[in-house]
């Protein structure tokens, strides 16, 4: 235990708050639209683990990208696609689980061609 | 003949030493259980010194004689409405976002010394300890009652303790003194005497204070004033507490050094706040938080560490990001209120192209670059009707609670992204610093109370905005929102209109 604590036995009782099964079925994705910093951070979404990566983008990526001038031309065939580190080509009929995103996954995603506002990253 | 008078040295001596107890039928380390599990070794307590020498007979006298001034002007500013004579209605934002995540620090303070005061079984250091408790629950009830007179007029301040506890930004303060207040009590004394009080508290009160003043707020600048004096003795107590435990033992160095390292970088990243009023709240800005960060972080907090350096203490580690970072962070965490103004309890605007142009020449080397066209974007979305808004709850960072909005050290146009596994678990930090204090103490983090995530684990009142906003008490449409088109913003333009009709 690195902990320096007073009870010995503190481990004992610590509690992991936000482990998967406190979000009612749900996991916990983080995603983030690279080189559009106007959204000042990754967001973060609870969904279920069977959802379809298909219906993840239609559902949940473009309605909270849709406000960014740049939003109209994503070319979404050029779109790349990166979970916790790695590179993918996610398969768009499988599930988050099955493409791999994980409770707090991260996702990244550039799009090739658009860099943001008069190309500032924003 | 009449007794001789005693010294101060003497009388200080007096009226502290010899007033704890010899334990008798109970062990003392039953008495004193807190001050030894962190490792710190104590040879001798009475090496204490405690170089303000205050008593307690003449802190009444001292601290009675600065209230009697303090509500004075308060009354005065009271009756002369001098609530109008402030630069502008927007900076009453300022006041709302530091009664709201400040002021219940300090209480947070009070309750933090009044326990190592309990602890410390040094009687001087107790005895110093009790007298900081004492002057903190006293800059709460100053703050409280000098804003109180700004909340007959302004929306977002009526819930400031309940919000305190709930609302999502002030959960970075508030977690910054759970976290001392959750640790022994020579690490509090470390976080809060030396590296907050010490180290970045200047930043806060002096630039902070200056811009009150300058933007007509002659009521904060009081309570300003009668805390100061105060800081500087905290200061002290905080410099004497690094000073003792370094003298004490070597094996204490190492301990006290991770503890500089840590709070050095969550105080570090809780002024963010601060960065942000300076260039982005304060209608007539003072300093850029660059040019504050240069003189109180990098002269003063230099001079200090070289100091220091004789016992073998060295900078916080980080300190140079952090001094890299300056050059960003205002204008971070001032997008992240922008777009999240529905949720905030006091107002946002972009700045105007005046305004722009004093950031432009205080950041030549990246305003234009990275954060101009931000501003200009969200202005001609504004002007279509489409002001910008973030409809996502942000990810945030496992130990500052901070949305992951900084970028990585050498390149603002990438989100820095760090994360550790602990126990099968993924946990995400803003960056390295805030990843080695995770890392050193994961049992301690995997705790942290993260509001996106209890929102959406149910604890908060509910799944949707208003539901939230509920939870936190906000009066939406008044406490939140733009700046423009609020009634804080009508009422200010209603008391511009008297006072252009009665010099007519």
């Known amino acids: 235990m690195s902990v320096v604590a007073l009870t010995p036995d503190y481990e004992k009782h610590i509690e992991f708050r936000d482990l998967e099964k406190n979000f009612h079925g749900n996991r916990v994705v983080y995603l983030h639209w690279e080189q559009h910093l106007s959204f000042c951070s990754a967001i973060a979404f609870p969904l279920p683990p069977s959802m379809p990566f298909a219906a993840f983008v239609e559902a949940i990526v473009k309605p909270h990208y849709a406000a960014h001038p740049d939003f109209q031309r994503i070319d979404w065939s050029q779109v790349v696609w990166m979970i916790d580190d790695e590179k993918k080509t996610p398969d768009m009929d499988k599930s988050l689980e099955e493409n791999g995103v994980k409770h707090k996954s991260l996702v990244r995603f550039w799009t090739p061609g658009l860099e943001g506002y008069k190309g500032s990253a924003s | 003949m009449t007794a001789k008078k005693l010294g101060l040295k003497q009388r200080y001596a007096h009226m502290t030493r010899g007033l704890d107890w010899e334990t008798s039928y109970q062990p003392i380390d039953k008495v004193f259980p807190y001050d030894q599990f962190e490792g710190i070794k104590i040879k001798d307590w009475s090496a204490w010194e405690d170089p303000f020498r205050l008593t307690m007979d003449a802190y009444w006298k001292f601290q009675a004689e600065k209230e009697r001034k303090l509500y004075a002007v308060l009354d005065a500013f009271a009756q002369n409405n001098g609530q109008t004579g402030i630069s502008d209605g927007r900076y009453m934002n300022v006041v709302k976002l530091f009664l709201t995540g400040v002021s219940p620090l300090e209480y947070q303070a009070h309750r933090g010394f009044a326990y190592a005061g309990r602890h410390l079984r040094g009687v001087g250091p107790r005895v110093a300890a009790q007298m900081q408790s004492l002057d903190e629950l006293r800059h709460v009830q100053t703050q409280i009652h000098t804003i109180s007179h700004y909340n007959k007029f302004f929306d977002g ?141 990098t002269e003063a907090g230099g001079a200090l560490f070289q100091d220091l350096a004789r016992y073998g203490l060295r900078p916080p580690k980080y300190a140079d990001i952090a001094t890299a970072e300056a050059e960003h962070i205002s204008h971070q965490n001032w997008a992240i209120f922008y777009q999240y103004t529905h949720a905030a309890a006091f107002h946002t605007w972009l700045p105007d192209a005046k305004h722009m142009d004093w950031l432009s020449e205080k950041y030549p080397n990246t305003f234009d670059k990275y954060y101009r066209p931000r501003f200009e974007m969200w202005g001609q979305m504004a002007k279509e009707g489409k002001r910008f808004y973030n409809m996502a709850l942000p990810q945030l960072c496992q130990t500052c609670q901070i949305p992951m909005g900084y970028t990585e050290p050498g390149d603002p146009t990438t989100i820095c992204f760090r994360r550790t596994q602990f126990r099968g678990e993924t946990y995400h930090f803003c960056s390295d610093g805030c990843k080695d204090i995770f890392d050193n103490e994961p049992e301690k983090y995997v705790q942290a109370w993260l509001p996106v995530h209890q929102i959406f684990q149910g604890n908060c009142g509910g799944a949707t905005i208003p539901d939230v906003l509920a939870y936190y008490r906000m009066n939406v449409g008044a406490d939140n929102m733009d700046y423009v088109g609020s009634p804080d913003e009508k009422l200010w333009n209603e008391w511009q209109a008297d006072k252009i009709k009665t010099a007519v």
């Not at chain 2, 030396?194 to 600048?221: I, K, Q, R, W």
Request: charged residues 20%; hydrophobic residues 50%; negative net charge.
């Open chain 2, 157 to 297: 301040i009526g819930e400031f303790q309940h919000m305190h506890d709930r609302v999502w930004y002030l959960s970075v303060p508030k977690s910054f003194f759970d976290d001392a207040r959750s640790a022994g009590p020579f690490e509090y004394m470390i976080a809060i005497g030396f590296a907050f009080e010490y180290v970045l508290t200047n930043l806060l009160f002096v630039p902070f204070m200056s811009g009150a003043a300058y933007n007509g707020d002659m009521s904060t600048v009081t309570f300003g004033f009668s805390a100061q004096s105060d800081e500087s003795r905290h200061m002290t107590l905080g410099i004497e507490v690094i000073k003792f435990l370094l003298e004490q033992h070597p094996d204490n160095l190492p301990i006290v050094q991770k503890w500089v390292d840590k709070w050095f970088w969550r105080g570090h990243r809780v002024l963010g706040l601060v960065a942000m009023m300076m260039d982005y709240m304060l209608p007539k800005p003072v300093m850029s938080w660059k040019e504050a960060w240069e003189i109180y972080f």
